[in-house]
């Protein structure tokens, strides 16, 4: 088992900084999930799973003795709360059928759907800020942010919703100068250039949105008003 545990400690130095090769192969899976997302393509899932698995070793440096040895749970956590929305997204999308060879329609939230995204975001980052206080994370509140903006966006995703994307955007403006301030370099590079990515996911989707014939819209879509 030497073989293995070199593999899983196996590390990069780059200056004075030590980073491990895991954290950079756990972000080129979550790279590849999200070019798959934005293609919407069902292997989105499964990659990013496994990046998540990958990450979740990384980001609890004191206890997998990774080089930062700073613990960031919310950063661990949301790759466990990842992994387990992947699977309703993962099980969503491969139901789902698209004519266009995609694997879901893209659509804007209806208005209660946003409306649950902001009261789901306002409790979200109340309670995890406490429970991440109490556990000792580094910088908690921004943790706390990035993981219930992390599970929203993902569950967003699943639902096909257009939004999703700015909710990446709004997490990657956290993620990056706390991750860097923690030291997690390849990780803070990678939220940057997610941003970017994000800006065209957004733009993508919100083309095929209008491009694509509409799904069936929830019923208070038409309560509202909707013209459709």
């Given at each position: 088992m030497n073989w293995l545990n070199e593999l899983v400690s196996a590390e990069l130095h780059i200056g004075g900084s030590t980073i491990l090769w895991r954290e950079i192969v756990g972000n080129g899976f979550g790279l590849a999930s999200a070019i798959l997302g934005m293609r919407r393509r069902v292997g989105a899932w499964p990659v990013g799973m496994i990046g998540n698995v990958v990450l979740f070793t990384v980001f609890l440096g004191g206890v997998f003795h990774a080089p930062q040895e700073k613990d960031l749970w919310g950063q661990a956590a949301r790759q466990v709360f990842f992994f387990a929305v992947s699977l309703y997204?993962?099980?969503?999308?491969?139901?789902?059928?698209?004519?266009?060879?995609?694997?879901?329609?893209?659509?804007?939230?209806t208005w209660r759907e946003r409306v649950g995204l902001l009261v789901a975001a306002a409790v979200g980052v109340v309670v995890f800020t406490y429970v991440l206080g109490l556990l000792g994370s580094w910088g908690p509140l921004s943790d706390a942010w990035i993981l219930t903006g992390s599970i929203l966006a993902t569950y967003g995703m699943a639902r096909g919703w257009v939004e999703f994307w700015l909710i990446w955007v709004a997490v990657d403006a956290v993620g990056v100068p706390l991750l860097f301030s923690a030291g997690f370099y390849p990780s803070a590079i990678l939220y940057i250039i997610y941003g970017g990515f994000c800006v065209a996911g957004f733009v993508a989707w919100l083309r095929l949105e209008r491009r694509i014939p509409a799904m069936p819209r929830p019923a208070d879509v038409v309560a509202a008003g909707d013209p459709s």
């Open positions: 997204g993962w099980w969503r999308w491969r139901q789902a059928r698209n004519g266009d060879g995609g694997a879901i329609a893209p659509r804007w939230a």
